[in-house]
């Protein structure tokens, strides 16, 4: 992907988003997935800057919501309404109120006192309120524990020995349809063998559940699909056809059940890179630090979660050296990458963070009072060339105010 350099128009740090690849994975994605009936959803929560989410519509998926506010943001952006669901362990009653009144697709509920406060609710407004449990069936996603969540003592979803109360609740409630179960056992999940239990629970929970006699027409499988944060322009497009093969081979739902995706991740974290400048290098006792003027508030993945993302310098061809690579947020733990290999990199030299398309721009905060990044679209035609300078240029900015 070529890097669009700032210029007058735009400062660093910025979000560089390729649409081209956007395109590229969504049609890899949306076509392995039709192969066999699924519905994508895509999760609003990775991304939703509407230059993304507009193609992203335009592809025919549906919107994964997890608040009222990007359910309302998604029905701006021209998703269908029933082509929206919602999960969340904390839903308000207004957000429940407004995807009642929209006439979504389903609520995914995650405990018997939120099934009986949407009854309620559902009550009031003489509505039908469709929902489907979401399930925590004790599989265990092998990634960082801060995004696991499938594992039997968690927050998300209802456990397997409360199962059978919930479900009988919401199939007697005449307030309430049952349209299925919803499961989504964490992210970043780089092994398949997860996906393959996974269905192994599903099958033995559909039939002894009673799911068919309950009148059950849908089946909601989440995500989690991981991307190569190590390798990321040698692997930029996840296996989505060995993802869904694996539903498709062990699945044993009847076909006239509807069986839905959650993807948020693997559709746009490789679409972005977080541009920064250098603006200033520093010598340790022991180490060597670059201070980039991008930090933990543009990308809070590291300081989070501890999470890798590949590091390139885009303006320097000089002997290679091992770095630090920090921010300039008031706080120990803005650090981007710590001794990685670069080439010698000084003041002003332009870096790039790979594989920040997801869990990027959503999370930017406005810690220290920093302005918020701007972002700069590429499009390249068929054969690698960027588009006009005026296009690339588009910024949808909010708030990048030093010029």
């Given at each position: 992907?070529?890097?669009?350099?700032?210029?007058?128009?735009?400062?660093?740090?910025?979000?560089?988003?390729?649409?081209?690849?956007?395109?590229?994975?969504?049609?890899?994605?949306?076509?392995?997935?039709?192969?066999?009936?699924?519905?994508?959803?895509?999760?609003?929560?990775?991304?939703?800057?509407?230059?993304?989410?507009?193609?992203?519509?335009?592809?025919?998926?549906?919107?994964?919501?997890?608040?009222?506010?990007?359910?309302?943001?998604?029905?701006?952006?021209?998703?269908?309404?029933?082509?929206?669901?919602?999960?969340?362990?904390?839903?308000?009653?207004?957000?429940?109120?407004?995807?009642?009144?929209?006439?979504?697709?389903?609520?995914?509920?995650?405990?018997?006192?939120?099934?009986?406060?949407?009854?309620?609710?559902?009550?009031?407004?003489?509505?039908?309120?469709?929902?489907?449990?979401r399930v925590n069936p004790g599989v265990a996603a092998n990634t960082h524990r801060y995004i696991t969540t499938g594992l039997e003592e968690n927050k998300?979803?209802?456990?397997?020995?409360?199962?059978?109360?919930?479900?009988?609740?919401?199939?007697?409630?005449?307030?309430?349809?049952?349209?299925?179960?919803?499961?989504?056992?964490?992210?970043?999940?780089?092994?398949?063998?997860?996906?393959?239990?996974?269905?192994?629970?599903?099958?033995?929970?559909?039939?002894?559940?009673?799911?068919?006699?309950?009148?059950?027409?849908?089946?909601n499988l989440g995500g989690g699909l991981g991307v190569d944060y190590d390798n990321p322009e040698g692997n930029s497009l996840p296996p989505f056809a060995?993802?869904?093969?694996?539903?498709?081979?062990?699945?044993?739902?009847?076909?006239?059940?509807?069986?839905?995706?959650?993807?948020?991740?693997?559709?746009?974290?490789?679409?972005?890179?977080?541009?920064?400048?250098?603006?200033?290098?520093?010598?340790?006792?022991?180490?060597?630090?670059?201070?980039?003027?991008?930090?933990?508030?543009?990308?809070?993945?590291?300081?989070?979660?501890?999470?890798?993302?590949?590091?390139?310098?885009l303006t320097s061809t000089k002997a290679p050296q091992i770095y630090d690579v920090v921010g300039p947020v008031c706080e120990s733990s803005d650090v981007?990458?710590?001794?990685?290999?670069?080439?010698?990199?000084?003041?002003?030299?332009?870096?790039?963070?790979?594989?920040?398309?997801?869990?990027?721009?959503?999370?930017?905060?406005?810690?220290?009072?920093?302005?918020?990044?701007?972002?700069?679209?590429?499009?390249?035609?068929?054969?690698?060339?960027?588009?006009?300078?005026?296009?690339?240029?588009?910024?949808?900015?909010?708030?990048?105010?030093?010029?």
């Amino acid at each position: 992907m070529s890097i669009f350099h700032p210029s007058e128009n735009i400062s660093t740090p910025y979000y560089q988003y390729d649409l081209a690849l956007l395109r590229q994975t969504l049609q890899h994605a949306s076509e392995s997935a039709a192969v066999h009936g699924y519905k994508i959803h895509y999760a609003m929560k990775a991304n939703n800057n509407p230059a993304i989410t507009d193609t992203i519509r335009d592809y025919g998926l549906g919107a994964d919501c997890v608040s009222g506010n990007e359910v309302a943001e998604a029905l701006r952006q021209g998703f269908p309404a029933r082509e929206i669901v919602y999960a969340g362990v904390g839903k308000s009653d207004k957000e429940i109120e407004l995807a009642l009144r929209e006439d979504i697709l389903c609520l995914n509920c995650e405990s018997l006192e939120e099934l009986q406060v949407t009854e309620e609710i559902a009550r009031g407004m003489q509505k039908i309120a469709p929902v489907a449990i979401r399930v925590n069936p004790g599989v265990a996603a092998n990634t960082h524990r801060y995004i696991t969540t499938g594992l039997e003592e968690n927050k998300f979803g209802v456990h397997l020995s409360q199962l059978r109360e919930v479900l009988d609740f919401a199939s007697e409630s005449p307030w309430l349809q049952l349209m299925g179960l919803h499961f989504h056992i964490g992210s970043q999940i780089t092994s398949l063998q997860p996906f393959e239990m996974l269905t192994t629970k599903v099958n033995d929970l559909w039939q002894t559940m009673n799911m068919d006699e309950r009148g059950a027409t849908l089946l909601n499988l989440g995500g989690g699909l991981g991307v190569d944060y190590d390798n990321p322009e040698g692997n930029s497009l996840p296996p989505f056809a060995e993802y869904f093969d694996v539903f498709a081979r062990h699945l044993q739902v009847p076909g006239h059940v509807k069986v839905r995706f959650e993807l948020g991740r693997s559709i746009v974290a490789q679409c972005g890179k977080l541009i920064t400048k250098v603006l200033y290098t520093k010598k340790g006792v022991n180490r060597s630090f670059v201070i980039a003027d991008a930090g933990m508030n543009e990308l809070m993945r590291p300081a989070l979660y501890q999470s890798r993302h590949h590091i390139t310098n885009l303006t320097s061809t000089k002997a290679p050296q091992i770095y630090d690579v920090v921010g300039p947020v008031c706080e120990s733990s803005d650090v981007f990458a710590t001794h990685i290999e670069l080439p010698q990199t000084g003041r002003g030299d332009l870096l790039a963070i790979h594989s920040c398309g997801a869990y990027s721009e959503s999370m930017m905060l406005l810690y220290n009072m920093r302005d918020r990044a701007g972002v700069v679209l590429v499009n390249e035609n068929s054969h690698g060339h960027m588009a006009d300078e005026a296009y690339m240029s588009t910024v949808l900015s909010k708030g990048n105010e030093i010029s």
